[in-house]
DNA sequence: GCACCGGGTCTCTTCAAGGAACTCAGGAGT
DNA sequence: ACTCCTGAGTTCCTTGAAGAGACCCGGTGC
């Protein structure tokens, strides 16, 4: 198969899927972030193969997604979020957010976020950081930075 | 490789990947949105196989979230966000924040994204939409929500 | 009536995902 | 002292998807 590395290609979004794009992936980190976090558990929850999860805890664990942390005396870990890591959650709530407007069907969302900061049960709303107005495909135009291609 | 569908898991992000979760289709979806529309212009931007092209834009057409439309007598057609795709870029728009701000380098990001209504070149931010307090993976407590597994 | 162009299909090869068995280190039970 | 168990992988084989590139097809336009 061969898979093309997108990191090549001058683009944040090719970056990121260098990290989080391959198959089973996000759905690793989503059980981490939600405190799944031994390779038992996880191979368990997910039904991943254990050679995949192998290859793809080291390739997190590599990029500083994840941490690998004993918790025993006997060779055991835990694989938990390291800052960058919990930021790269945030792509997986708007997923959430997007997987339940348009995927969940009648039986509704199968998980709820209780925001700590008001105690209500909510989603996640994506904001302009510097007029903090709603800000969605539409509403901005595109223009090169200073990381463009030559 | 029999690719596990999965969307049998009862997981928004389980089930979103099985819309843009295989390789190829988020960068589709993003050129797409930047206005790379037609099918030879996407594959020249990308470098993608023609054959694997064509998979992806009919997935993505049967999932409705792109559509596809002609624009001349002969058949020739073009590539559009549909409102289910149009939400799923904001799944992007995340990315790119991560990405900029984890992986671009010295560089600094390869794009700029100008807000509408402020005219600032700015980025991203996931606030509650409940309170308006940012929201992020540490801000939540997850919850059994309606449609959980039995 | 022939070349051209957008938009695909076909064929072949290679490599990763899946599945399942095997390994290994350190306790715990007896 | 020996065996069992458990967490955390590793090894091996099979299958099928990604990549590359050639081929096709229907309308123009000359």
Redesign the pocket.
Known sequence: ????QFGEIACSIARTLDVVG???TPLILRDVWVGIS????I?ADL????????????HLVEQGVLE?RP?????????HLTPKGAELVDVLMVMVRWGDAWLAGEAGPPVLYRHHACGEVARVDLRCESCGEPMHADDVDVLPGPGAAA
């Open positions: 198969m061969q898979r093309t391959e198959p089973w031994r390779f038992d558990q191979q039904g991943i193969s254990r050679k995949v999860l192998t290859e793809r805890l080291h690998r918790y025993d005396s006997r060779p055991r870990h835990e694989y």
